[in-house]
């Protein structure tokens, strides 16, 4: 997104519009991916995670 921000500043052609729109759209598109991975990876991952300690941990006596 820097690079982005820096190409948009620093070019004399690009009026505010464009480059904000150039700006939401990086961001829609990192937020996107981001919720991808999540949802791919991070969800599965801890539900593995938990059902391993699960059946390691011996039941608790009252």
């Known amino acids: ?5 820096h190409t ?3 070019h004399p052609g690009w009026r505010v519009g464009p480059g904000l729109a150039l700006l939401l759209g990086v961001l829609a598109l ?9 949802h791919a990876i991070e969800v ?5 995670i938990r059902a391993r300690t699960q059946q390691r941990s011996p039941p608790l006596s009252p």
Do not use: D, F, K, Y
């Open 30 to 38: 990192a937020l996107g991916i981001s919720a991808l991975l999540h």
């Open 1 to 5: 997104m820097r690079t982005i921000e």
């Open 8 to 10: 948009v500043i620093s």
């Open 44 to 48: 599965p991952a801890n539900a593995a």
